[in-house]
């Protein structure tokens, strides 16, 4: 739990309907997903589990079953509350196309609904997908976004998982922009919600890349909504920014095409001090309720 815990105290007690839980390494990346699945377990989910299983292995041998993995996980393997399948088999069954990801998940949450399941909730590893090429990239955003219409048609919930020690850097960087409306990575993290996008917690150097990377999903996002371009940005719930995440924001600021304004809600004093102190272009405009 400590992972969850450290980004956001009062994650433990919200269940989104689709995160990302970014990992710098193997143990915290379980830390994080064990809590999720248990407390769906607890919730009385059916819950979906996609994952990497090294060849000859039984689901019940992964480490979900073991005694890093979620209490009542192996018990949920062999009632059926929790299916497993290997990320190898969902290529091979979806083609990892779009429409193929989202029929197979669309085929999960009904067997679930049939089966008198009160909620529905998918994890899958990181998937290894090389998102440099735009065609797969356009293909990942699209199956991504089936997550939330699943999540919109009835109980689903949805946790994505990104390891970042096992993907290339534009995968990390494409996976956290696109998951830039909800993510959890260490001790920052995000949300998104009546029109704008927060922020929370520690924004320092260690973390200045995939802070950036879901600036430009945030930027890019905002482009595509009825009410943009602009990027309302809610610094209230940041409790640190150091000179390499704010120079990152103003830089994505500075960057962003004619037109597109980032508008500042909320944070301290010493932020907009920073923000002169890093260069603040014109893109950037403070909010009429003030700071």
């Given at each position: 739990?400590?992972?969850?815990?450290?980004?956001?105290?009062?994650?433990?007690?919200?269940?989104?309907?689709?995160?990302?839980?970014?990992?710098?390494?193997?143990?915290?990346?379980?830390?994080?997903?064990?809590?999720?699945?248990?407390r769906?377990?607890?919730?009385?989910?059916?819950?979906?589990?996609?994952?990497?299983?090294?060849?000859?292995?039984?689901?019940?041998?992964?480490?979900?079953?073991?005694?890093?993995?979620?209490?009542?996980?192996?018990?949920?393997?062999?009632?059926g509350?929790?299916?497993?399948?290997?990320?190898?088999?969902?290529?091979?069954?979806?083609?990892?196309?779009?429409?193929?990801?989202?029929?197979?998940?669309?085929?999960?949450?009904?067997?679930?609904?049939?089966?008198?399941?009160?909620?529905?909730?998918?994890?899958?590893?990181?998937?290894?997908?090389?998102?440099?090429?735009?065609?797969?990239?356009?293909?990942?955003?699209?199956?991504?976004g089936?997550?939330?219409?699943?999540?919109?048609?009835?109980?689903?919930?949805?946790?994505?998982?990104?390891?970042?020690?096992?993907?290339?850097?534009?995968?990390?960087?494409?996976?956290?922009?696109?998951?830039?409306?909800?993510?959890?990575?260490?001790?920052?993290?995000?949300?998104?919600?009546?029109?704008?996008?927060?922020?929370?917690?520690?924004?320092?150097?260690?973390?200045?890349?995939?802070?950036?990377a879901?600036?430009?999903?945030?930027?890019?996002?905002?482009?595509?909504?009825?009410?943009?371009?602009?990027?309302?940005?809610?610094?209230?719930?940041?409790?640190?920014?150091?000179?390499?995440?704010?120079?990152?924001?103003?830089?994505?600021?500075?960057?962003?095409?004619?037109?597109?304004?980032?508008?500042?809600?909320?944070?301290s004093?010493?932020?907009?001090?920073?923000?002169?102190?890093?260069g603040?272009?014109?893109?950037?405009?403070?909010?009429?309720?003030?700071?």
């Amino acid at each position: 739990m400590a992972t969850l815990l450290r980004a956001d105290p009062g994650l433990q007690e919200v269940r989104s309907r689709h995160t990302l839980l970014v990992a710098d390494g193997v143990e915290q990346g379980r830390r994080g997903t064990a809590s999720w699945i248990e407390r769906e377990l607890a919730h009385g989910a059916k819950v979906f589990y996609k994952g990497w299983l090294p060849g000859g292995q039984r689901p019940d041998q992964h480490w979900l079953a073991g005694p890093a993995g979620p209490r009542g996980a192996r018990d949920a393997l062999a009632s059926g509350q929790m299916e497993f399948l290997d990320l190898p088999t969902v290529v091979e069954r979806t083609g990892a196309t779009a429409e193929g990801v989202t029929a197979l998940f669309r085929d999960e949450v009904a067997r679930a609904v049939a089966d008198a399941w009160p909620t529905v909730a998918f994890t899958q590893e990181s998937p290894g997908l090389p998102l440099a090429d735009e065609a797969v990239l356009a293909a990942y955003t699209e199956w991504e976004g089936g997550f939330d219409v699943l999540a919109d048609e009835g109980p689903v919930r949805t946790l994505c998982q990104l390891s970042v020690p096992d993907e290339d850097e534009a995968a990390v960087w494409e996976t956290v922009a696109v998951h830039h409306r909800d993510l959890v990575d260490d001790v920052w993290s995000a949300s998104a919600g009546y029109g704008r996008w927060r922020p929370r917690g520690d924004l320092d150097a260690h973390v200045a890349r995939r802070f950036g990377a879901a600036v430009h999903g945030a930027l890019r996002a905002a482009r595509a909504l009825a009410t943009g371009p602009d990027l309302h940005l809610d610094l209230s719930a940041v409790d640190f920014m150091d000179v390499a995440c704010a120079d990152i924001l103003m830089l994505a600021a500075r960057s962003a095409p004619e037109g597109q304004h980032v508008v500042l809600h909320g944070g301290s004093r010493f932020l907009r001090r920073l923000f002169d102190a890093v260069g603040r272009p014109a893109s950037v405009r403070e909010s009429e309720d003030g700071p």
